[in-house]
């Protein structure tokens, strides 16, 4: 599987899920469906999962998250956070 079946696969699934729906990708990262795009972000590891910051989970990262992601598709691990950002 390439990045962007991936993000496809992901998006279709963010879509369906419904609002302030995320993916637990990692236990330190996160993905969601803005609307427009798939976001990526990253959570604080220190037990209270406040979001930190974007993160850049692109085709150059795709190597390295691969195996892991292709994997978690078979099994998503979804939830809801209400402190998503509001952006378009």
């Known amino acids: 599987m390439e990045f962007e079946e991936f993000e496809?696969?992901?998006?279709a699934l963010l879509r369906s899920a419904g609002p302030q729906t995320v993916a637990e990708l990692t236990d330190t990262t996160?993905?969601?469906?803005?609307?427009?795009?798939?976001?990526?972000?990253n959570v604080d590891e220190s037990g209270?999962?406040?979001?930190?910051?974007?993160?850049?989970?692109?085709?150059r990262h795709w190597p390295e998250w691969k195996d892991w992601l292709?994997?978690?598709l078979?099994?998503?691990?979804?939830?809801?956070r209400h402190d998503l950002p509001h952006e378009p």
């Open 70 to 72: 292709s994997d978690w």
């Open 48 to 59: 209270n999962s406040a979001m930190i910051g974007p993160q850049a989970l692109d085709a």
């Open 8 to 11: 496809t696969r992901l998006a």
């Open 74 to 80: 078979t099994d998503p691990v979804l939830s809801v």
């Open 30 to 41: 996160v993905a969601w469906w803005n609307g427009t795009r798939v976001v990526y972000a």
